[in-house]
């Protein structure tokens, strides 16, 4: 399985940025997938997730400090997940990464994906 992310760069404050992770090597379209991010000298944490299809609707995950701001998204036929980011603060400044499980439900907690991407530089200047 491999995650490779793209669209990470040096924004302002207020501004905008679309983070993509595209997936081979399983089947995407079940796969639950997350975004986390990890800051200089911080634990990496959750920002977003989201169900694969199945039984139940799509759901998603947010972190309460990217709520309303951030939207996940997928796109099944190009095996693509997307962190919509808006309203960027400098406080979004981290590595974003992107992580796969292979069933089940979007989850914040870490410990549940078994694959990560190499992660894309995100910083906001004030």
């Known amino acids: 399985v491999q995650l490779g992310e793209s669209g990470g760069g040096l924004v302002q404050a207020g501004g905008s940025l679309r983070l993509a992770c595209t997936a081979s090597g399983l089947s995407f379209s079940v796969a639950p997938m997350g975004w986390f991010r990890q800051a200089p000298g911080k634990e990496r944490e959750f920002v977003a997730a989201?169900?694969?299809?199945?039984?139940?609707?799509?759901?998603?995950l947010y972190a309460d400090s990217v709520k309303g701001r951030f939207t996940i998204s997928r796109d099944n036929a190009k095996n693509t997940v997307y962190l919509q980011m808006s309203s960027l603060n400098p406080e979004d400044t981290a590595v974003y990464y992107c992580?796969?499980?292979?069933w089940g439900q979007g989850s914040p907690d870490r410990n549940e994906y078994n694959y990560w991407g190499q992660g894309t530089q995100v910083t906001v200047s004030s």
């Open positions: 992580a796969a499980r292979p």
């Open positions: 989201i169900s694969g299809i199945g039984r139940s609707p799509i759901t998603t």
